[in-house]
């Protein structure tokens, strides 16, 4: 019984549930498809599948070969399901380059949680996507922690690799992120900080940490978030 309400209570306070779905959605990578390759003059290494324009039918994203005369970066082509040229992004090469998808707000496409960086410091920061002007926006930059409730201790560094998913409540027509605006952390090493932004937020995640051992500042009053409510919080005024 004792077990029981624990458990209640923990699903209660971090919004566990076992039936969830998956928030956070990785692109997939499939064949490539002759009806791509015919839209691009690139030669494209890899394709990838994810719905991307938040209409429930996956789209593609490619990345063609490097130029042989430019070096350091490819070109990145998104195609909508109707197989039109939606974004083309140059990518630079970096150590790290991850994103998955996962809609934050009341439109329904999906913004993009982006970790990239260097072995030197990786910047985690969700994007908004605008197709207009051919780019991804940051929205903010931010302190990824994995809580688990699992172990004594809560919080743990919330490494991409660690990852699993985003800590998101969505009720009312609004959709919430558990974050703490009040918190010690100190980023040693080369990482973005924006002129923009007064902090970075910590943003909760869940996930099995691989180096446990690494320590995490203080971190109080975590509070659901729209996106809203946070980027006015972490902005400048
Ligand atoms: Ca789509
Ligand atoms: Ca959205």
């Known amino acids: 019984m004792k077990f029981l309400i624990i458990m209640i209570v923990i699903f209660v306070l971090f919004n566990i549930d076992v039936y969830a779905q998956q928030n956070l959605i990785k692109p997939l990578v ?3 498809d002759d009806n791509i390759q015919k839209l691009i003059d690139e030669e494209i290494v890899l394709t990838a599948s994810i719905d991307f324009t938040g209409d429930s039918i996956n789209d593609f994203i490619c990345q063609t070969k490097p130029n042989n005369n430019i070096g ?4 990145e082509y998104w195609i909508n399901s109707e197989y039109k040229i939606l974004k083309k992004k140059i990518k630079y090469f970096t150590d790290y380059d991850e994103y998955w998808f996962v809609n934050l707000d009341n439109d329904i496409e999906p913004e993009i ?5 260097y072995s030197e410091g990786i910047d985690y920061v969700f994007l908004d996507q605008d197709f207009e002007n051919n780019e991804d926006v940051p929205i903010f930059y931010f302190n990824p922690t994995i809580l688990d409730p699992s172990k004594h201790k809560e919080f743990f560094w919330g490494y991409y ?15 919430k992120l558990l ?19 007064v902090q970075l937020p910590v943003v909760c995640f869940s996930g099995k940490s691989t180096q446990p051992d690494t ?4 971190i109080k009053d975590l509070r659901w978030f729209s996106l809203e409510e946070l980027v006015n919080e972490i902005t400048k005024k």
Not at 72 to 75: P, S, V
Not at 215 to 218: I, R, T
Request: hydrophobic share 30%; net charge negative; charged share 25%.
């Open 30 to 32: 499939i064949e490539n």
């Open 72 to 75: 350091d970066y490819y070109l």
């Open 113 to 117: 949680f982006w970790a990239t960086g």
């Open 161 to 175: 690799w660690d990852i699993t998913d985003l800590k998101l409540k969505k009720a009312h027509n609004s959709i």
């Open 179 to 197: 974050c703490s605006i009040n918190h010690k952390i100190y980023r040693y090493g080369e990482i973005t900080v924006p002129n923009s932004q």
């Open 215 to 218: 320590e995490v500042e203080e």
